[in-house]
């Protein structure tokens, strides 16, 4: 449950974090970190955007097949009567 005290110490934490992050995140006056074009061989190729995309996509879609198979093994076993053996739920109800 938040109470005030919880609220207090969450924006203190928080004031500490932001004034940490601004006295040590201040960057240089020439960026260090950054793109070199001169070792980029070939920088007009898309290649690796392209890599990219199609394991994002052909992840999701693998996704969706193996949960549509999951799904299917689990209706036939199911239907076969196998996937309820009757070990797994035991009710017993005493009077």
Known sequence: MPTKRRFMLFLIVLIVMLLIKYAVGQEAAEPTVGWDPVSCWDCRDDEALAFGLAA???????????????????????????????????LRIRA
Do not use: C, K, S
Not at 60 to 86: K, L, Q, S
């Open 56 to 90: 994002i996509i052909g992840g999701i879609f693998w996704g969706i097949i193996a949960g549509f198979g999951r799904a299917w093994n689990r209706h036939v076993a199911a239907r076969e009567g196998a996937y309820f053996t009757g070990d797994l739920v035991l």
